[in-house]
T-cell receptor, first 116, second 114 residues
């Protein structure tokens, strides 16, 4: 597609529920990244995919967080048993390739998650 | 540990004032450096980048940044800001020792008074 698409744009859920956030990267972009931005804070790295493998999962905050990617396409970030501290904007970005670092990230609009 | 530090969280300037936003990083090995900007209601987008070569890089809208390796810094500058520069600015770094994941600073919110 023309840009990185994320859904839902807004999600309000109750504590303890599971949520799924979706990211459609730019067609042809092999690298995909998930970041979290809490209110007033910077971007916190969560996970990075090169193709459908995840070389770096170091940023996932707990085992309640997981992500998968099918082929070089859609990625889903799943948060199980949500907690209030999970409230944040979840940003997805893609780039042509990730192995050299000489790549520019194209970001989506983000999914704003509010856990009541 | 790899990290990026931005010195100012909030900056308020009048139009035509000069801007300098500080950025320092802690990252071993070869680094690539970026400034991203988020205008109100818009996505994060690239402002400028440094990969190699001339340490003074120029980006869109008159912005420039200078990589000073000895100081681990990549400060953003603009000689004369405009009201339309009101935005949040993020410094970012990646490199070969971190598997090329991009790490961001906390951001600086710039408000330019017309």
């Amino acid at each position: 597609g023309a840009g990185v698409s994320q859904s839902p744009s807004n999600k309000v859920t109750e504590k303890g529920k599971d949520v799924e956030l979706r990211c459609d990267p730019i067609s042809g972009h092999t690298a995909l990244y998930w970041y979290r931005q809490r209110l007033g804070q910077g971007l916190e790295f969560l996970i990075y995919f090169q193709g459908n493998s995840a070389p770096d999962k170091s940023g996932l905050p707990s085992d309640r967080f997981s992500a998968e990617r099918t082929g070089e396409s859609v990625s889903t970030l799943t948060i199980q048993r949500t907690q209030q501290e999970d409230s944040a904007v979840y940003l997805c970005a893609s780039s042509l390739e990730g192995s050299s670092g000489a790549n520019v990230l194209t970001f989506g609009a983000g999914s704003r998650l509010t856990v009541l | 540990a790899q990290s990026v530090s931005q010195h100012n969280h909030h900056v308020i300037l009048s139009e035509a004032a000069s801007l300098e936003l500080g950025c320092n990083y802690s990252y071993g090995g070869t680094v690539n450096l970026f400034w991203y900007v988020q205008y109100p209601g818009q996505h994060l987008q690239l402002l400028l980048k440094y990969f190699s070569g001339d340490p003074l890089v120029k980006g869109i809208k008159g912005f420039e940044a200078e990589f000073i390796k000895s100081k681990f810094s990549f400060n953003l500058r603009k000689p004369s800001v405009q009201w339309s520069d009101t935005a949040e600015y993020f410094c970012a770094v990646n490199g070969n020792t971190g598997g090329f994941k991009t790490i961001f600073g906390a951001g600086t919110r710039l408000f330019v008074k017309a």
